[in-house]
């Protein structure tokens, strides 16, 4: 997993996967999520994309993901973490298509909403 936003980068924000697990990297700190915590609130995100009403909050192994609707952003945290992450959802969506692939999904997101072949 290797994520870098090169044009505009608003959140400061690195995301990348290495031994230690998914690092993101805010302000020059890095956090680090055990990969398969991370990839399963992306893929329970990504899944859920099209009409999911419970989409305000995903929470999988002392990982949280929530919307802020305050300032229009979701919010990561992780058991252990001194503070969260806010992430915009153009973040989210670019993790998701650039890993269905290695995730084995088609097509980003639609064949696991609706179950395309």
Not at 105 to 115: D, L, Q, S
Request: proline share 3%; hydrophobic share 35%; charged share 25%.
């Amino acid at each position: 997993m290797s994520y870098i936003r090169s044009l505009s980068n608003p959140e400061g924000l690195y995301i990348w996967g290495d031994e230690k697990g998914a690092a993101i990297c805010l302000e020059g700190n890095i956090h680090y999520m055990p990969i398969p915590v991370f990839e399963t609130l992306l893929k329970r995100w990504w899944a859920n994309y099209f009409g999911f009403t419970d989409r305000e909050e995903i929470k999988y192994q002392g990982a949280s993901l929530s919307f802020d609707n305050a300032i229009w952003k979701w919010v990561l945290s992780y058991e252990g973490w001194e503070r969260e992450i806010d992430l915009y959802e153009t973040t989210l969506t670019h993790l998701c298509v650039t890993n269905c692939e290695r995730w084995g999904w088609k097509t980003p997101g639609r064949n696991k909403v609706f179950r395309d072949e």
